[in-house]
């Protein structure tokens, strides 16, 4: 109990710009941590070949899917609890944590029934070319069994991290990359460079991801003394009435989420797409510059998502000064370390590339892709900081509205525009230009709340 009121009053007391560091750093560090997994099965399909790695990019966009459900979910569930948390009204936090968990597993068994069912046709509308598709269905149905765990440890991970159990979350994504790794090279003796490895290993992963998740759930909610679980008398005529307005709060919250993750799956098809039609090798180098800039780009996900308890906490306590300080602190902190992030990604490119290209026409243009995404770099904390603002602040409509700018308002129009203009280089440049348009657009939002409240 004593953690418990530490942690509260260091959220609505304490020193603003110490919390925005302590909460950044396991957020920050764990966002980069979850998307370099991505960059695993990239590592270990260029040991089998381009065709493998183009294969490996087209099913990324089921990856990005789960993704964007599972943050729809649980950080629509996790600005909710915050604020609950904030209140101190653990029973309603409890619910909602609840809630989170049985909508995601109800909505991760239709997922894999469908994308089990549907895969000829999935791969298809990816994108995926003649070349890479055995390579790509053999990987795909094994990301297709693991959507029911991916979904949970996401949803999991981002209510811990809504709790303040920022360390907890952080672990249990590098369980998955300890896992993944590990189960690639003790298969290499049984499967060689197969892709039935690689989906065996990426599925053993997610399955120990969200098992650790969920064991450091249950023990946060015991020590805060949250009710999670329905008693006997629940689980029969009052079950779905207690438990389907904290749902749909949910997903009414948790909107901005999937509009930020679900334009980046849409985004993700069509470039795959547009690359396909130029060549494999397009696409392989595509594949391997987006994960290596998500990963990048992730220390501004991970900052923002950082500053998310500590807004939600103090706007719950109604402190809204304190909110005010905590997201001007973020951005100062946060584009500083993107500037850095963007120098250093700028001029270790052809490093970090190496590991995932062994052809030398996908390196140079990885490279090429790459250099370029970094230049947009020192932009895009402050668009995700006014998302993460808005959202912390149960502003659901706005928050949408500036979640669907990156990934869908600004880079799908500038995509087929810079493509009928410029062809492969107008593919390069769609996602740095649409960052800078992005955090343009996202100056008025910013303005226009703190003047109202000021």
Not at 142 to 152: E, H, Q, T
Not at 242 to 254: D, E
Not at 295 to 316: D, H, R
Not at 323 to 347: D, E, N, S
Request: glycine share 8%.
């Amino acid at each position: 109990m004593g953690k418990q009121r530490e942690l509260f009053e260091g959220m609505t007391n304490g020193s603003i710009g110490k919390q925005v560091v302590r909460l950044s750093l396991p957020g920050m560090f764990g966002a980069v941590v979850a998307s370099f997994w991505n960059l695993i099965d990239s590592f270990y399909g260029a040991q089998i070949g381009e065709e493998a790695v183009a294969g490996i990019g087209a099913v990324f966009f089921v990856v990005a899917l789960v993704q964007a459900l599972g943050y729809w979910l649980g950080m629509g569930a996790g600005s909710i609890l915050s604020k609950e948390l904030g209140k101190q009204d653990k029973k309603s936090a409890g619910e909602m944590a609840a809630s989170a968990i049985f909508a995601s597993i109800i909505l991760g068994i239709i997922l894999t029934i469908i994308g089990l069912i549907f895969s000829k046709q999935i791969l298809q509308f990816a994108g995926v070319r003649k070349e890479s598709y055995e390579y790509a269905i053999v990987y795909y149905r094994y990301i297709a069994i693991g959507i029911l765990p991916s979904l949970l440890a996401y949803v999991l991970g981002n209510i811990l991290r809504s709790m303040g159990k920022m360390n907890s979350a952080l672990f249990g994504t590098m369980v998955m990359i300890a896992v993944d790794i590990i189960a690639n090279e003790a298969l290499k003796n049984y499967l060689g460079k197969d892709m039935k490895k690689l989906g065996l290993s990426a599925l053993m992963s997610q399955s120990a991801c969200f098992f650790v998740l969920f064991i450091a759930f249950i023990l946060a909610a015991k020590k805060m003394k949250l009710s999670i679980f329905p008693k006997k008398e629940e689980l029969k005529d009052k079950f779905f009435k207690k438990y389907s307005k904290p749902v749909l709060n949910m997903i009414k919250m948790g909107s901005p989420s999937l509009f930020r993750q679900g334009t980046g799956s849409v985004a993700v098809v069509m470039l795959n797409k547009l690359a396909g039609n130029y060549s494999t090798n397009l696409q392989a180098a595509i594949s391997v510059s987006s994960k290596l800039s998500l990963v990048l780009f992730s220390v501004a996900v991970g900052i923002a998502q950082g500053m998310q308890p500590l807004i939600g906490y103090n706007y719950g306590a109604g402190k809204w000064e304190r909110v005010k300080k905590a997201f001007l602190t973020t951005v100062l902190y946060g584009t500083g370390c993107m500037i850095l992030v963007a120098v250093a990604g700028y001029f270790f490119s052809p490093v970090m590339t190496s590991f995932f290209a062994d052809d030398g026409e996908v390196q140079r243009v990885s490279v090429k892709i790459l250099r370029y995404q970094c230049m947009a770099f020192p932009f895009v904390l402050f668009a995700n900081a006014v998302n993460m603002l808005y959202q912390a602040l149960q502003k659901p409509v706005q928050a949408s509205i500036i979640a669907s700018f990156r990934q869908g308002v600004c880079f799908l129009p500038l995509l087929f525009i810079l493509n009928n203009i410029w062809q492969e280089k107008g593919i390069f440049l769609a996602q740095p230009l649409s960052d800078v348009v992005t955090c343009i657009l996202c100056i008025p939002f910013a303005f226009n709340l703190f003047h109202k409240n000021d």
